[in-house]
């Protein structure tokens, strides 16, 4: 097993996806509905980032770039194309991950010491007062119950 070479394409492969603008998620989408389920999103991530074993990743090179020239190939006769070959339209964007400010985390504690269980009224005045979505700020809430129970 040449890891050398695997390295090198799965660095390349990473770049040829997003310049196709093409999520993981697509990708793993698009393999499936062609070669099976063992091409899921989560897959083409540990690919990239070669978080699988040596034979395994040998295994999903020549796959990989067989579907990824098809691909390229389809793109290049126009993006209706590649969109149709990919599975039509992109699945909804997920949120972008909220980051907190170390202010509105030292406020969040406050009152989270005060009322772990704030009321739905608690938390719109919170978010609204912090200047941060209501559900941003509900779930912040959650999962710091959450952490407190796992430790």
Same mark, same amino acid.
């Given at each position: 097993?040449?890891?050398?070479?695997?390295?090198?394409? @799965?660095?390349?492969?990473?770049?040829?996806?997003? %310049?196709? #603008?093409?999520?993981?998620?697509? /990708? #793993?989408?698009a393999m499936t509905a062609t070669e099976g *389920? @063992?091409?899921?999103?989560?897959?083409? %991530?540990?690919?990239?980032?070669?978080?699988?074993?040596?034979? %395994? +990743?040998?295994?999903?090179?020549?796959?990989?770039?067989? &579907?990824?020239?098809? +691909?390229?190939?389809?793109?290049?006769?126009?993006?209706?194309?590649?969109? =149709?070959?990919? #599975?039509? !339209? *992109?699945?909804?964007?997920?949120?972008?991950? $909220?980051?907190? $400010?170390?202010?509105?985390?030292?406020?969040?504690? @406050?009152?989270? =010491?005060?009322? *772990?269980?704030?009321? #739905?009224? !608690?938390?719109? !005045?919170? @978010?609204? =007062?912090?200047?941060?979505?209501?559900? /941003?700020?509900?779930? &912040?809430?959650?999962?710091?119950?959450?952490?407190?129970?796992?430790?």
């Amino acid at each position: 097993i040449n890891m050398e070479e695997i390295r090198e394409f @799965a660095k390349n492969f990473k770049i040829r996806r997003l %310049s196709l #603008g093409l999520t993981q998620t697509q /990708v #793993g989408q698009a393999m499936t509905a062609t070669e099976g *389920p @063992a091409y899921s999103q989560s897959a083409i %991530s540990r690919f990239e980032k070669l978080d699988i074993t040596p034979k %395994s +990743a040998q295994k999903l090179k020549p796959v990989l770039e067989k &579907w990824l020239n098809e +691909a390229e190939l389809r793109n290049q006769e126009g993006q209706q194309n590649l969109m =149709e070959f990919v #599975g039509g !339209e *992109p699945s909804k964007k997920r949120k972008r991950r $909220t980051s907190f $400010t170390p202010q509105a985390i030292e406020a969040l504690n @406050a009152y989270f =010491e005060k009322n *772990p269980l704030p009321t #739905g009224q !608690e938390i719109t !005045e919170m @978010a609204k =007062e912090l200047n941060y979505d209501r559900e /941003v700020v509900r779930v &912040w809430f959650s999962n710091r119950r959450q952490t407190l129970k796992n430790t």
